[in-house]
């Protein structure tokens, strides 16, 4: 995205009323004007959470100025010495990765830890606690795996929604002088959603791409059949009101076959993008719940 593009979004948001963005990659710290629409967002009151793998340690230090109360970076961590984390991300990250999170400690900020829980990873996460609590980390977030894949082994990587929410609230249990918290899919928590909504996706959020077009969560990206509108070329109102949303606004019932599912009364159905990418059908079951 050009930077003059990017201020027009950043123009459009704010005159939309919308209070947060969440800027993920690939890699946004690699975007060069990436630190100047942070600070033009933070001026417009709009709040930023920012996602980066922690491979530029160097870039860090900008962030000390921001004001924390609207201004969040969160850093991937997927091992707890240099060979794991870098087997899991296929890469070399493993000590810049280490080093960003110091240095945005050093500079008085609160940085966030994320790992993705999976299979492989089970067993190392409470090494990686440990070292971040020796760090000074306060908070770490457990991320249920994503599997918009075919292949058998990374299908097999991934923990049902009950399995890890077992093992999340363990960690935290036997964990209390460090603040530990989960990411997954609002379909599993149906609670956290307003009543009758399938998921947050075009309920609570949407997701734009680099040219502009809005599909209603990033795991749609894409997806034609469920491609909202392009934000630089649509009225945001336009956009809101796609009657593609109302799958996600006017659901009536969990269509899940899954048996003997002890999350079944809390659930949705399970993510839709899972559904629509295994089966072509965004409400059958998802696939991570198949045990």
Not at 56 to 62: A, E, G, I, N
Not at 182 to 190: G, I, R, T
Not at 214 to 243: A, Q, S
Request: aromatic share 10%; charged share 25%; hydrophobic share 35%.
């Amino acid at each position: 995205m050009p930077y003059e593009r990017a201020l027009k979004l950043l123009d459009i948001l704010s005159e939309t009323g919308i209070a947060k963005i969440d800027i993920m990659g690939g890699e946004p710290l690699l975007v060069k004007w990436i630190y100047d629409f942070i600070k033009l967002a933070l001026n417009k009151n709009i709040s930023v959470n920012i996602s980066t793998n922690g491979s530029l340690p160097d870039f860090m230090p900008k962030f000390s100025g921001l004001n924390q109360d609207n201004f969040r970076i969160g850093i991937s961590l997927e091992g707890s010495d240099e060979l794991k984390h870098n087997s899991i991300t296929n890469s070399s990250h493993f000590n810049n990765a280490i080093a960003s999170i110091r240095q945005l400690i050093g500079s008085g900020l609160n940085p966030i830890v994320k790992t993705v829980v999976s299979r492989s990873s089970l067993d190392d996460i409470q090494n990686i606690v440990d070292l971040l609590k020796d760090m000074g980390v306060q908070q770490y977030y457990l991320l249920h795996m994503d599997v918009l894949s075919r292949n058998s082994s990374n299908i097999n990587e991934t923990l049902d929604f009950a399995d890890f929410m077992d093992f999340f609230q363990k960690l935290k249990e036997a964990n209390n002088d460090i603040s530990i918290y989960k990411v997954n899919a609002s379909c599993f928590e149906k609670d956290s959603l307003p009543e009758n909504s399938r998921c947050a996706g075009g309920v609570k959020k949407l997701s734009i791409l680099s040219d502009g077009s809005v599909f209603p969560c990033n795991l749609f990206h894409n997806v034609e059949t469920f491609y909202l509108g392009n934000l630089f070329k649509d009225r945001f109102e336009d956009i809101w009101m796609n009657p593609k949303l109302d799958f996600f606004r006017k659901h009536k019932a969990n269509h899940c076959d899954t048996k003997d599912c002890s999350n079944k009364a809390s659930c949705t159905g399970g993510c839709p993008a899972h559904g629509y990418f295994h089966y072509n059908n965004p409400d059958m079951p998802d696939i991570r719940c198949r045990t």
